[in-house]
C-alpha cells in the first residue's frame, strides 16, 4: 500500500482560536514502569462568545473515566479520528480524566517512557496527547499543579516543573511530591522525572537579588561529570541578564539527565530533560567539541525560558519564532563565551572560528535540505507530522534571519525590539509577524519585505560582479539575486539581504570605503542592502582594481557566486582581513580542485593550490583553531552537493588523493606544528587549548592519510599516552583513517577500555562506521556496520546508538553507502523499517538521508528509488516516514 495517500497535510491557514480557555491542569501521577495512572483535572472556560465543544487528543491511552462536573459525561462525550470531543452543558466545566498509560511499552520516547528503570516524558511537540487527553496545542496556556506518587525504593526522585510545594512518605514504602508551575504553560511544556538521580547544586544569586537554586540531576556515579554543564548554565544565567536584561523567574532550575531522548535537550519549564551526551563530560570522556556541544546546548534550553516558555508559538508553524531567536541567542553566548576566554588580543579571531562553525554546519545542512524535496521556508505552510519540522531550516537559517535583523537593526536596536516583544507579549502565545513587528516598531523601520524570508524557501542565489574604472577611479559592485524554486513555490520575490563588503588592495590591505554620496571614506567593511533584483554599489577613490571580499562574517544565508580566478582565490586566502571569507576562499579553491579531480581520475592535484594551501600551514601569525578550519577539506556531503550528477565514488577517490597530496607534501609542516603546538599541563577547556589539539588532530590525520610513519607513531602514541578523550580519540580517528595495520588492535584496545561507556562508545561506533577504505584490500564498511549492529552495546531502541552507527554511515560516508551494487540502500529500507516500528521520529531522521537522491548518477537513482518504494509501501508505516519518502518521491 502506498501509505503515503494516507497521511493528511496540515494548512497553516486553517489555524483557529480554540472555544475553550483551560485555567487550570491539576495532575495525579500513580506512577509504575508499566500500569501509570493519570488523574487530570481541567477548569475549562467557554472564550466570551465562541461556540462549539472542546476538542481533546489523546493517542495510545487507555481511558478510564471521564466526568463533566462530577458527573459521567455520557452523552457529552464522543470519540474522535483526534481523541475526544467533549460538550459541557454550561460556560465553565470542571474535567476530569484518568487514563492509563504503560510507560515501559512506549519505545517512540514521546510521552511519558522508561529509561533504564526511571520514567521521564517528552512533550515537544505532541507528546502530551500520550499521557492524557488535553487541547494538545501550544496557544493553550495553563497554570499546573502535579502530584506523583511512586514507589519510594525504585523512584527515590520526583520531579516536575515549577516549585516543590509539598512532599512525604505513604505506607507501603511509597512517597509523594507535589509541584505547582507558578506561571502559564503549553502542555509542550510539561515534564516529570521519577528515578534514581543524583544531584550537583549550586545557589546563585539573580540581577534582582533573588537566591535560586540550580541542580544537575545525574544517574548516581556520574556527578563527576556534571561540572561542565553547571559552569555552562551559570554563565548562561549571567549572559541573559547582561545582554537582554532577563532573568531566570523560578526558585529552583532543574537539568536531567537521561540516555535514552530522541533529541539533543528539552526546555521544559523550569525542569529541563537532556540527551545525556549534552550535560555529562569529564577530560578523559569527552572532546573539547562536547565540550562545546554542552555549553551551547545548555545555554540554549536556558534561553527558551523567555523566548519560548514565557512568549511561547501560537501554533507549531511558527516554530522558527523560539528555534531560530534561541539558536541565534546560543550562538552570540558561545562567540561571547569564547572570546572572553580568548582574551582581547585573540577575541576577534575566536568569534570567527565560531561563525564559520556556524556557517559551516548551515552549508553542510540547510542549504542541502533547501535544494530538496523537503525544502521549506523558516515558516512552513504546510506539514503532514510537525516532528518532520525540527529543521536545519527552522533551527538554523531560522537563526541566520533573526541574525540579519540583528545586522540590520544593529544591536541596540535589535535590544530594543527584544524589549519591546516582551513588553507586548509576555505571557501569550504569538507568532512570527508579531516578533518582526516588535523589532519594526521598536526601530521605526518597514521590515514588510523582509517578512519575505519567513515565506520563501530555497537558498538565494547573489551573483556578484564588479568594474574598475580608472580614470573616474571608480568601483562598481553589481549585485543581483534570484532563489530557485522549490517544491509548491515556483516563483520568487527579491529579499531584503544584508551584504557586508570589503575592498582589499593589491597589497592585501582592505581599503576605506566611500560609497557614492558619502562626503569621506569611513570603515573598510560596510553592509549593504540589497533590496532590488539587481543593484549597483559605486565605490568612490579607488586607485587601484580591488579584490571585493562579500558576505563577510556570512552576513545572509545565501550563495555567493562571483568569477574568481585560483589566484584571486589563492590571494583572498592569505589577505582577507575577514577570517570568515578567509576560510571561505580556502573552501572555493578546495572545491574548484577536488571536483576537477572527481572528474578527470588521471589528473594532479595543482601544484598553485599546493602553494596556497602551504602558505596557511606557514603562517604562524594565525590561530591554530583558524587553521585546523581553514585546512580541513570541504564536506563530503557538501561537494556531493555542488557535483552533478552526484557520484560519491569517484568523490572519494579524489579527496583521498588531495589528502594524500597535502600530508605528503607538507609533511615536515604538519609534524613541525605537531611539535610545536603541544599542549602540556593538565587539560582545561579552553579555546587556545581547543585550538592547538584540533590543528594536531588534522596534523595527524593528514599524515596517516599519506602513510607517513612518523605521523603513524605520533598517532599511536598520541593514542595510547593521551590524558583526555580530544586527543586519545584523535589519534585513533587517524589510525583508523589510514591503512595502517595497528587500527584493529587500537579499536579493540579502545572498546575494552570503555566498554562499560555508553557516551564513549558512541563514539567508538561513529568512527567505524564513518571510515574510509585507505586499504583497499579492506572489507566494505557495510560488512563492518552489520557486524558492529551485534555488538552487546548496540541498541536500535537507543537514539543515540543509531545516530552513531546508521546515522555515521548513512549520512557520513557516501562512498561506503552508495555502494554501487546497492547493498548499502538495501540496508537502509531495512534499517527504516525496522527502526519506524519503534520509533517514527528517529526512523524518519534516518529515513532523510536519501532524500536528495535525484541529484546522484542515473544508476544509483534507480537502485535508491526501489529502495524508497519499499519503505513507502511498507505495512504500519508512521506518517513521519511516510512524509519523508512521498515527499522524495515526488
Ligand atoms: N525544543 C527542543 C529544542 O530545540 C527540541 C524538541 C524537539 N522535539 C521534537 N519532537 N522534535 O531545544
Ligand atoms: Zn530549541
Not at 104 to 118: E, I, V
Request: charged share 25%; proline share 6%; glycine share 6%.
Amino acid at each position: 500500500m502506498d501509505n503515503t495517500l494516507q497521511t493528511p497535510t496540515i494548512l497553516r491557514s486553517d489555524y483557529r482560536p480554540l472555544a475553550w480557555r483551560v485555567e487550570s491542569v491539576e495532575l495525579d501521577f500513580r506512577l509504575d514502569a508499566e500500569q501509570t495512572l493519570v488523574t487530570s483535572r481541567l477548569a475549562c472556560v467557554r472564550v466570551p462568545g465562541a461556540s462549539g465543544p472542546l476538542p481533546l487528543d489523546g493517542e495510545d491511552l487507555e481511558l478510564v473515566s471521564l466526568r463533566i462536573d462530577g458527573a459521567e459525561a455520557g452523552e457529552c462525550m464522543r470519540r474522535t479520528e483526534r481523541g475526544l470531543e467533549v460538550t459541557p452543558g454550561s460556560d465553565t466545566a470542571t474535567i476530569e480524566i484518568v487514563t492509563r498509560v504503560n510507560p515501559a511499552a512506549n519505545t517512540t520516547l514521546s510521552g511519558l517512557y522508561a529509561s533504564k528503570g526511571g520514567l521521564f516524558t517528552q512533550c515537544e511537540a505532541e507528546g502530551f496527547r500520550r499521557i492524557t487527553y488535553f487541547p494538545d496545542r501550544p496557544d493553550v496556556m495553563a497554570r499546573y499543579t502535579v502530584r506523583l506518587e511512586a514507589e519510594q525504593a525504585s523512584f527515590p526522585v520526583l520531579l516536575s516543573n515549577g516549585n516543590l510545594v509539598d512532599s512525604g512518605e505513604l505506607p507501603g514504602d511509597r512517597h509523594y511530591a507535589v509541584w505547582e508551575d507558578p506561571f502559564p504553560k503549553p502542555s509542550y511544556l510539561f515534564a516529570l522525572v521519577a528515578a534514581d538521580l543524583e544531584a550537583m547544586e549550586r545557589s546563585v544569586e539573580t540581577l534582582s537579588g533573588r537566591e535560586v537554586l540550580l541542580q544537575v540531576w545525574v544517574e548516581p556515579g556520574n556527578l563527576d561529570r556534571a561540572g561542565h554543564a553547571m559552569d555552562s548554565l551559570v554563565n548562561a544565567l549571567r549572559w541573559d541578564e547582561e545582554t537582554f536584561g532577563l532573568e531566570l523567574d523560578l526558585d529552583r532550575f532543574m537539568i536531567v539527565v537521561v540516555a535514552d531522548f530522541n533529541m539533543g535537550a528539552m526546555e521544559n519549564k523550569g525542569l529541563n530533560i537532556f540527551n545525556a551526551r549534552f550535560v555529562l563530560a569529564r577530560p578523559d570522556t569527552a572532546t573539547d567539541a562536547d565540550f562545546e556541544g554542552i555549553e551551547s546546548v545548555v545555554a540554549h534550553e536556558y534561553f527558551h525560558n523567555w523566548t519560548g516558555n514565557r512568549v511561547t508559538c501560537r501554533d507549531w508553524f511558527q516554530l522558527t519564532l523560539k528555534e531560530g531567536l534561541t539558536v541565534f541567542r546560543d550562538q552570540q553566548f558561545s562567540a561571547d563565551m569564547l572570546a572572553r576566554a580568548a582574551g582581547a588580543e585573540r577575541e576577534a579571531s575566536a568569534r570567527a572560528v565560531k561563525r564559520i562553525d556556524d556557517f559551516r554546519g548551515l552549508r553542510a545542512a540547510q542549504f542541502t535540505e533547501d535544494s530538496g524535496p523537503m525544502a521549506h521556508p523558516i515558516r512552513p505552510d504546510s506539514y503532514q507530522e510537525i516532528n518532520n519540522f525540527y529543521t536545519a531550516t527552522v533551527y538554523e537559517k531560522g537563526a541566520a534571519v533573526i541574525r540579519m535583523q540583528h545586522t540590520l537593526l544593529g544591536a541596540e536596536g535589535f535590544r530594543k525590539g527584544m524589549n519591546l516583544y516582551f513588553e507586548r507579549h509576555d505571557g501569550q502565545a504569538v507568532t512570527c509577524d508579531d516578533f518582526v513587528a516588535a523589532m519594526a516598531d521598536a526601530n521605526d523601520r518597514d521590515m514588510t519585505q523582509f517578512m519575505r524570508w519567513y515565506s520563501q524557501a530555497g537558498t538565494p542565489v547573489v551573483r556578484a560582479s564588479g568594474q574598475w574604472d580608472a580614470d573616474a577611479r571608480r568601483y562598481t559592485l553589481t549585485l543581483a539575486q534570484h532563489t530557485p524554486p522549490t517544491p509548491g513555490q515556483p516563483e520568487k520575490l527579491p529579499l531584503v539581504i544584508p551584504v557586508a563588503v570589503g575592498l582589499i588592495g593589491p597589497d592585501g590591505n582592505d581599503l576605506p570605503l566611500r560609497l557614492e554620496g558619502d562626503s569621506a571614506a569611513g570603515a573598510t567593511t560596510r553592509v549593504l542592502e540589497l533590496v532590488e533584483a539587481e543593484q549597483h554599489f559605486v565605490f568612490e577613490d579607488v586607485d587601484a582594481e580591488p579584490v571585493p571580499s562579500l558576505l563577510r562574517g556570512f552576513s545572509a544565508p545565501v550563495l555567493l557566486e562571483i568569477d574568481e580566478s585560483d589566484a584571486r582565490l589563492a590571494f583572498r586566502m592569505a589577505h582577507d582581513a575577514d577570517p570568515c571569507n578567509r576560510w571561505d576562499a580556502a573552501q572555493r579553491y578546495a572545491e574548484r580542485v577536488i571536483l576537477a579531480l572527481a572528474a578527470k581520475a588521471d589528473a594532479d592535484v595543482p601544484e598553485a593550490f599546493l602553494d596556497a594551501w602551504g602558505a596557511l600551514l606557514a603562517d604562524e601569525s594565525l590561530d591554530p583553531a583558524f587553521v585546523a578550519l581553514a585546512a580541513t577539506l570541504p564536506g563530503e556531503g557538501w561537494l556531493l552537493e555542488r557535483m552533478r550528477p552526484a557520484d560519491p565514488a569517484p568523490l572519494r577517490a579524489a579527496l583521498m588523493r588531495v589528502m594524500r597530496a597535502i600530508g605528503e607534501r607538507f609533511a615536515d609542516q604538519w609534524l613541525g606544528l605537531y611539535q610545536r603546538l603541544e599542549v602540556r599541563g593538565p587539560y582545561r577547556y579552553h579555546p587556545a587549548d581547543a585550538g592547538c589539539r584540533a590543528l594536531r588532530n588534522l596534523a595527524l590525520r593528514y599524515l596517516a592519510a599519506a602513510g607517513n610513519e612518523d605521523g603513524l607513531n605520533r598517532a599511536e602514541t598520541q593514542f595510547e599516552y593521551a590524558e583526555n578523550m580530544t586527543e586519545q580519540f584523535g589519534g585513533l580517528a587517524a589510525l583508523v583513517h589510514s591503512a595502517s595495520p595497528v587500527a584493529e588492535d587500537a579499536l579493540d584496545n579502545f572498546h575494552t577500555r570503555f566498554s562499560s561507556d555508553a557516551l564513549v562508545l558512541d563514539k567508538w561506533f561513529a568512527l567505524q562506521a564513518g571510515a574510509w577504505r585507505w586499504d583497499e584490500a579492506a572489507p566494505p564498511v557495510l560488512e563492518r556496520v552489520k557486524a558492529l549492529m551485534d555488538d552487546p552495546a548496540f541498541k536500535l531502541t537507543n537514539p543515540n546508538k543509531v545516530y552513531s552507527l546508521l546515522g555515521a554511515f548513512f549520512r557520513g560516508n557516501p562512498a561506503e553507502f552508495h555502494a554501487a551494487d546497492g547493498s548499502g540502500h538495501a540496508f537502509w529500507a531495512e534499517q527504516i523499517i525496522a527502526l519506524d516500528a519503534m520509533n517514527p521520529q528517529v526512523a524518519s531522521r534516518m529515513a532523510r538521508s536519501l532524500e536528495n537522491w535525484r541529484r546522484y548518477t542515473p544508476a544509483l537513482q534507480t537502485s535508491i528509488r526501489t529502495q524508497l518504494e519499499r519503505v513507502r509501501d511498507a505495512d504500519g508505516l508512521s506518517p513521519d516516514v511516510a512524509e519523508v519518502v512521498g515527499k522524495a518521491l515526488v
